[in-house]
């Protein structure tokens, strides 16, 4: 996936902020990604801090469009961080408590019925707070059941597609 698309779909989810954007750009121009677009030329040249956000996003769409790739919408930037997620918790970077703070308020629709599933597991916790609060056993059977399927949705024949979508 483009690494450019992949700028977008984190800025979209939060993982980038409007400051961080110029950085990022440039990093994207180091090894050569969209030297063909001037806005994100442009983007790479500013300096982030006290800069207007809807400048630098603005910048960024424009960039997009320059490179002929599109704005990431909502759906697929919750299935991007659903993924990206279940590939972190599947690899034990991080735990299910984090996987729940990351994937509890995503909301919205998913694509598959792995994906589904694993929105389902993690929606049966009424908050990210209420994890501490639930009996030992009744949480285990669930940290099983929210790794399980995790590790589902990283054998979907979609997800070396999704968990490619990011630069950690």
Known sequence: MNDAFTLAWQ??????????LPMAAAELL???????????????????????SAELTELLWQAMA???????????????????TAARLTSGEIT??????RLWHLGGS??????????????????????DDREPGSQHDWERELRA???????????ELTASWHRD
């Open 110 to 131: 998913t694509a598959t019925a792995v994906e589904e599933r694993l929105a389902e597991v993690v929606g049966r916790i009424c908050c990210p707070d209420c994890l």
């Open 30 to 52: 180091a090894p050569g990604v969209g030297e063909e677009s001037p806005a994100l030329c442009e983007l790479a040249g500013r300096r982030g801090r006290g800069e207007s």
């Open 11 to 20: 800025y979209t989810a939060g993982l980038v902020h409007p400051e961080g």
């Open 149 to 159: 399927a995790a590790v589902a949705v990283t054998a979907e024949p979609d997800h």
């Open 66 to 84: 320059e490179l002929g790739l599109p704005v990431p919408d909502g759906d697929f930037v919750r299935r991007c961080v659903l993924h990206r």
């Open 96 to 101: 299910p408590e984090e996987a729940v703070v």
